[in-house]
């Protein structure tokens, strides 16, 4: 994946985070990979949609979690 659409120094702030994140969520991926493919055909849909959400949402709060980290360690700001 390249970041080259973004300034240097946001580029370098994403490559650091995927890197972190890459980490981070290889459990959770793992989860999830595991739970699709437990499921039946006929099971994919209904309770399992709402496995994976919870799945999804925990790998949104270790991004975000990540991402504040990164921030706080390194003290700047990404302007808007």
Known sequence: MSFAHL?????????QLLESLKA???????AIA???ASKPDHQLFGQTEFQLRGLAHRLG???LQTAAAQRKKGGTEVPA
């Open 61 to 63: 709060a270790k991004a």
């Open 34 to 36: 595991e739970l699709l």
């Open 24 to 30: 981070s969520t290889e459990d959770d991926l793992r």
């Open 7 to 15: 300034p240097d120094d946001q580029a370098r702030r994403a490559e």
